[in-house]
Each structure stands twice: as structure tokens, then as C-alpha cells.
């Protein structure tokens, strides 16, 4: 899939961002991409102010947003994603889980949505509903590719005119909880998804407790620091692992370095999740874990993050 290629059913990348100039307008360095202009471009024309009212009217009706982010690939991040959105849903919350990791979109399978088509209705996109009667909307660029092989080969602007499509056109609806899971890294996806949330994206941010994946989870505070992204907190997943004859957790890859870096960046430290061999086999078949095996070790720390995430969400009174 080529910049000025479209993907099956999806709208035009000419309308995901300048696909026929990569390089110019808008750009994704700077804050000012999140009105479609880098600067210098005679400031936004009336087609970008009109995107730029559609998506904050969007996000008018979604009252909490989640950026699930990880410095490092591999750590669990997807799943995590899914099982938080997942497990907040079964708590009686109105939630949308939003997939903006182009390259690899996995949330489809995570869910056992990966036969999923989206719909496009004219200028709106309806999101994949995950679950009769549990109110969690999905949306994944991966519901646009025609098969599994289809590559993604697309540039900045492109990728970040897409994830604006995502968050202005999919008929979201009242939302309590959007959910947003990013590839790894600091790179354009989650950078354009905190430009276009602005003052509304939290992030969550989750590592694994070796210190080569901490290291780089700890650039991702940092990025979050340098564009004042209020941090809802770290979890440390694979945090030991749970033995499938017995169910005692094992030290596989160390413990407590989340917690240190929690400690060391000043932000609250969520908790430790061990891994799990049916964590592996749900991701694998598509059930989702804290769904499916609720009494495990793991489900019980994930269950009590969404606990915690659905308390700060109560009213004060």
C-alpha cells in the first residue's frame, strides 16, 4: 500500500493527510499539525477548520481519554489495551477502543474481530461493535485491510490524517472511556494522537521489568513530560510469571523495575501483572482474558486497574 493508495472501504488517503506531499503540509513536528497546518502555509483552509470542528465535537461526548503507550515493543501493550477497555466495559462503562498502530494493528484479533469489515456511510465510519449486549466500540485500521498481507507504507502525514479520520468521523457516540492503543515509541502515531487530543489524553504507559525495556519506557515519560500529558500511571506486566500446574508466580524476567521507574518519574505506580501462558492462548483465540479466566492472578491485578480507573471517573461529591 503505497502514500496515495487507499485501503478497501477506507476513505481516500488523499484525505488522510498530504499524501501526494509527504514532506510539506501538515507536518507532525510540531503542535500546530493538529490544525492541518505546519506553518507558513497561510493557516488553515475552511475544509480544515470544518475537520477541526467535526473532531472537536467528537471529542465533546467522550469524557475520559486513555493513550495506552510503551518506549517498548513487546511488553504487552495491545493486550493491555484490550483487556482495560474490555474489562471497563463489563463494569457498565460506555467505552470505544481506538487502534492507531498502522503498521500492526492487532486489536482486531485480540478481540476475535479480525473477520471485521468497517462500514463507511457516507462521511461517517461505524465502529465494530465487540460484544452483544457490553457497550465497547472498536475501531482498528486493520478492519479496512483487504487480507493479512496487505502492508501499510505510509508517512507521517498520511498516518496522522488518518488517525484524525478515526477520531473526528467514527460515530463514537457518548463515551465515559476512550481507549487508545499506540505502537511502541515515541514516534508519529502517539505523537499525533496527544497533538489532536490535546488537554484531554491521559496516558497509561506499561513496561516489562527488565531494565532494557524500562530504559526506553522511560523516554516515553519523558515524552509525555515535554508536552504536559498528564500521567495516569505505569504497570509492570510480565511482572514474574504464573505457573500453569500450581499457580505460584515465578521471577522470569525480574520484578519492581515499573515500580522503580514509577517512583523515579514521580508518577503513581498501577501495579504488577505476571504473565500468564493463558493470557497468550486468549490473545491467541480472540477471548479476552479478564473476561475469561477472571479469577486469575493477572485478571485480579487488571481488574483491580480498572477498579481504580472507574473510581476516579465517579462524581465527588
Given amino acids: 500500500m503505497s502514500d496515495s493508495s487507499s485501503c478497501q472501504g477506507c476513505p481516500s488517503a488523499a484525505g488522510c493527510g498530504s499524501a501526494g506531499n509527504p514532506e510539506g503540509c501538515p507536518s507532525t513536528s510540531t503542535p500546530a499539525a493538529s490544525s492541518g497546518c505546519g506553518g507558513g502555509?497561510?493557516?488553515?483552509?475552511?475544509?480544515?477548520?470544518?475537520?477541526?470542528?467535526r473532531l472537536q465535537a467528537t471529542l465533546s461526548h467522550i469524557?475520559?481519554?486513555i493513550v495506552v503507550?510503551?518506549?517498548?515493543?513487546?511488553?504487552?501493550?495491545?493486550?493491555?489495551?484490550?483487556?482495560?477497555?474490555a474489562g471497563l466495559a463489563l463494569a457498565g462503562k460506555r467505552v470505544g477502543l481506538l487502534d492507531v498502530d498502522v503498521h500492526g494493528p492487532s486489536i482486531p484479533r485480540l478481540l476475535k474481530l479480525d473477520a471485521a469489515q468497517a462500514n463507511v456511510d457516507g462521511d461517517t465510519i461505524q465502529p465494530v461493535q465487540w460484544r452483544e449486549g457490553v457497550s465497547l466500540s472498536v475501531m482498528s485500521l486493520g478492519f479496512f485491510l483487504p487480507d493479512g498481507r496487505q502492508a501499510v507504507i505510509w508517512r507521517g502525514p498520511v498516518k496522522m490524517g488518518f488517525i484524525k479520520q478515526l477520531l473526528s468521523d467514527v460515530a463514537w457516540g457518548e463515551l465515559d472511556f476512550l481507549v487508545v492503543d499506540c505502537p511502541p515509541g515515541t514516534g508519529d502515531e502517539p505523537l499525533s494522537v496527544l497533538q489532536l487530543l490535546g488537554d484531554a489524553a491521559r496516558a497509561l504507559i506499561v513496561t516489562t521489568p527488565q531494565a532494557v525495556a524500562v530504559d526506553d519506557v522511560r523516554r516515553s515519560l519523558g515524552f509525555c513530560e515535554d508536552l504536559n500529558v498528564p500521567v495516569l500511571g505505569v504497570i509492570e506486566n510480565m511482572s514474574g510469571i504464573v505457573c500453569s500446574k500450581c499457580g505460584n508466580?515465578?521471577?522470569?524476567?525480574?520484578?519492581?523495575?515499573?515500580?522503580?521507574?514509577?517512583?523515579?518519574?514521580?508518577?503513581?505506580?498501577?501495579?504488577?501483572?505476571?504473565?500468564?501462558?493463558?493470557?497468550?492462548?486468549?490473545g491467541d483465540e480472540g477471548n479476552i482474558y479478564i473476561a475469561s479466566h477472571p479469577d486469575r492472578p493477572a485478571a485480579t491485578v487488571l481488574r483491580t486497574i480498572v477498579d481504580a480507573l472507574v473510581e476516579a471517573d465517579a462524581p465527588q461529591g
Fill in 249 to 282: 508466580v515465578e521471577s522470569l524476567f525480574g520484578q519492581g523495575g515499573g515500580e522503580r521507574l514509577a517512583k523515579e518519574m514521580n508518577v503513581p505506580f498501577l501495579g504488577a501483572v505476571p504473565l500468564d501462558p493463558e493470557i497468550v492462548r486468549a
Fill in 63 to 65: 469524557r475520559n481519554t
Fill in 41 to 53: 502555509c497561510g493557516g488553515p483552509t475552511p475544509e480544515q477548520q470544518a475537520e477541526e470542528a
Fill in 69 to 85: 503507550m510503551s518506549g517498548k515493543g513487546g511488553v504487552g501493550k495491545s493486550s493491555t489495551a484490550a483487556n482495560i477497555a
